[in-house]
Antibody, heavy 121, light 108 residues
């Protein structure tokens, strides 16, 4: 059973780069049927898709974040990563990683537990 | 950009049927997905490809999608179903992902 776990700093200063890693266990990140995604949720607000990556490295980003986002994959470590540059307080959110595809078409399932990232000086 | 619109809140009495709508331009031409999120927890997929239930999701959850509206229906609603529900579809392409704003389902 595939499980995902986010990791990274919980506090980032304004104008700096947010960096998170999602480690996949119980399955291979190189699965041909899966994409791997990042989604975030500001406190008390809804879900916002950030982007997806395929094991080959092909990426798809939310147009509203594209200029600041980089998602990469390391198949040898079975993990993928998120970098969001020039952060502001508006980037404070719980960041989730999730698998897109697998048994459920283009749905996101499962999700990681999420990690809260606060942008503050 | 493509948008999905959900009502902010829906109330339903225990044992009754509750429905949550998700509206978007020609949404019926796309697949709709639904997620349940309880406080402090990660979202859980409850409906995929408009009408299908993942394993482990109770039969009281069902979905439909036609025209501009997708609907999540919960029959015989239970107190444990109280949660936020989000719809999701693809946007301008199948690689683009859009979430609705979410609906808080209250069981009272």
């Amino acid at each position: 059973q595939v499980q995902l776990q986010e990791s990274g700093p919980g506090l980032v200063k304004p104008s700096e780069t947010l960096s998170l890693t999602c480690t996949v266990s119980g399955g291979s990140i190189s699965s041909s049927s899966s994409y791997w995604g990042w989604i975030r949720q500001p406190p008390g607000k809804g879900l916002e898709w950030i982007g997806n990556i395929y094991y080959s490295g092909t990426t798809y980003y939310n147009p509203s974040l594209k200029s600041r986002v980089t998602i990469s994959v390391d198949t040898s470590k079975n993990h993928f990563s998120l970098k969001l540059s020039s952060v502001t307080a508006a980037d404070t959110a719980v960041y989730y990683c999730a698998r897109r595809g697998g048994s459920y078409s283009s749905a996101f399932e499962p999700w990681g537990q999420g990690t809260l990232v606060t942008v503050s000086s | 950009s493509y948008e999905l619109t959900q009502p902010p809140s829906v109330s339903v009495s225990p044992g009754q049927t509750g429905s949550i709508t998700c509206s978007g331009d020609k949404l019926g031409d796309k697949y709709a997905y639904w997620y349940q999120q309880k406080p402090g927890q990660s979202p859980v997929l409850v409906i995929y490809q408009d009408t299908k239930r993942p394993s482990g999701i109770p039969e009281r959850f069902s979905g439909s999608n036609s025209g501009n509206t997708a609907t999540l229906t919960i029959s015989g609603t239970q107190a444990m179903d109280e949660a936020d529900y989000y719809c999701q579809a693809w946007g301008s392409s199948t690689d683009d992902v859009v979430f609705g704003g979410g609906t808080k389902l209250t069981v009272l």
